[in-house]
Nanobody, 124 residues
Framework: QVQLVESGGGLVQAGASRRLSCEIS????????IAWFRRAPGKEREFVAA????????LYADFVEGRFTISKDNAKNTAYLQIDHAKPEDTADYYC?????????????????WGQGTQVTVSS
């Protein structure tokens, strides 16, 4: 069973930076990547970024506009999301999830679930 633990959120001033972390207990064989999603208050969860576990290929949502950087530490089964130049519209709960990079789809077994997420609040 995959367990996901996100951390690093908090109150961020507009224009400032924050690094989020995601610890994953085990990698699903079918998930060649790890992704970050976010859900803003009153909105649907949306894709933010993904990175392959093997290699350096990354994928970002258009709204990122070069402000976010996804990375990972394979040895620690940990992924990171660096948020720079934060904007109030980045306020959301951020989640990580196993991902199929080329299919651009979430890999989540019936027995698994999303983590608790980590809340980021950007003040103007």
């Amino acid at each position: 069973q995959v367990q996901l633990v996100e951390s690093g959120g908090g109150l961020v001033q507009a224009g400032a930076s924050r690094r989020l972390s995601c610890e994953i207990s085990t990698r699903a064989d079918s998930a060649d990547a790890i992704a970050w999603f976010r859900r803003a208050p009153g909105k649907e969860r949306e894709f933010v970024a993904a990175t392959l576990w093997s290699g350096n290929r990354t994928l970002y949502a258009d709204f990122v506009e070069g402000r976010f950087t996804i990375s990972k530490d394979n040895a620690k089964n940990t992924a990171y999301l660096q948020i720079d130049h934060a904007k109030p519209e980045d306020t959301a709960d951020y989640y990580c999830i196993p991902y199929s990079f080329y299919a651009e789809s979430i890999i989540l077994a019936d027995s698994d679930s999303w983590g608790q997420g980590t809340q980021v609040t950007v003040s103007s």
